[in-house]
């Protein structure tokens, strides 16, 4: 080999290792970066572990804490005070409910007078003290004979606010204080069928909202179909209500009275909406762009509710549809609420969709306004942006969910919102649109908004479960009704439990 020949080849290995050198130093660099990032992410996610675990544990003992307050304050209330001692609350969760439970089956003694202790426990109630310490005993003696023996129990009450007067439910259903509210004059609660094959889902919405609320305010409940409903049916249902006063009133005269009551104007349009020249073939259940049934429930809300003679002696109508499904007691009134605040209507959830941009010209039509903007405020109120003829014409309308509300029903029958409705609705009968929650979003929209509220946004949280939604904003969980009720509903609203039919999914 050449000696010029060696330099090369010398110099080409000495070129390779440099880079072979080089590589290394690359690869141990990107081992070490790799390892410090998976060190990192370990630890946020180990960290994650811990704080999602740590809550779990927390809501654990909550949960615990809080079943334990609610079985002591109903031992309290059945005069159960014997037997029960701290060592129960350091039990298993699942232990400690079984014996509760074969603890409230024992008889009551016929002679332990607990008057005191229930005085007592209404007094701290009704002082809103922070609640009685753990280690703190009462003690109530009992006559046995010429003996005396001394029963001891351990609780924690817990925190509530003054002036909330408590009552403690006696009855074997019910775990929870429950507060009575004020009823109130000129109050309905009402709902819409279409007739005896939708009769079980009513019955189950009605009885949960019984034991949810309506037990402790009796409102008239008013129930409106456009079939007519057995007398046995109606029977149950009122079975199921106690002593709240129910009537069923049918809602219309007949499907074909109904057409031929019609003016000319609207008598055309309807038989060009379903394209024929003769309503005699057409029935509730006839397909006209959308089921004539439900188009009805729609068009009854929208502007026959409000002038109904089954109404006319009411203000304030609190509205549930059938598969809207009350899951836990009401520990607030939002009917006391919109009446001392002179509420015009007072919704479950907002915005529900919108009604298309094509509505506007027909709101300017009926309220000599378009809609521009509506949308909630921090305070949960209504804000409505509004503008003249022609104005926000590309632009549609965020409607309020008509599943849940309260409505000021002199509001809606004044004259400005009946005229508006009425041009808002022109020619149209069993359209799809124009529809109920339009016709009570667009008057307070303009006339009141500030009279208008979310019931979150007023601190009433009282999840109703409809369509697999809680209140219309959370997705519930489990899905399904029948589920949720299995394995929450059931513990939140004992009171219901074995009682109300749970008949529906959803």
Known sequence: MSSSNYIHVNSSLHSGRKRLGVLRVMLASTVVFFSIVSLYFSHNQVSRIHEVSGHHRAKKLRLREELAKHNLLRLASKGLVHSLGNNSLKENGNQRQNKTKQRLSRPVPKDLDIAPLQAAIIKTLEEGRDGIKEDRVVQKTVKKGEKQASSVVNFTLPKTSSNVTASIQATTNSTYIDVPFKRYDKVVIVTKIHGPHQWEILEQSFCLLHHAYNHKVLYDIVVFTAEPVPQDNVDNLQKMLGN????????????????????????????????????????????????LAYNWQAEFRSLHIWHHPALKEYKYMLWMDTDGFCAKPWQKDPVEYFIENDGVIMFDHFPQAQTNMKIQPHIYHGFNKTICELKLNEEGNLVSRLGEEGECYQRGVPNIHGFFHITNLDFYRSAPVKNGLEKLFGDCFLCRVPDDQLAVT?????????????????????????????????????????????????FDLPSADGICPIVAKN
Not at 252 to 274: D, S, T
Not at 277 to 283: D, E, K, Q
Not at 460 to 487: C, S
Request: charged share 25%; proline share 6%.
């Open 244 to 291: 709240a006063k129910l009537s069923v009133e049918l809602d219309n005269r007949g499907f074909q009275e109904e057409i031929a009551a019609l003016p000319p104007n609207k008598y055309n349009h309807f038989l060009e909406m379903c394209n024929v020249t003769t309503p005699a073939n057409l029935t509730w259940w006839s397909e006209c762009k959308f089921r």
């Open 442 to 490: 667009a008057p307070a929209a303009i006339l009141a908004p500030e009279r208008s509220w979310e019931m979150r946004g007023k601190g009433f949280h009282l999840d109703v479960f409809h369509n697999g939604m809680m209140d219309g904003l959370d997705i519930a969980k489990p899905a399904g009704f029948k589920k949720y009720w299995a394995e929450v509903g059931k």
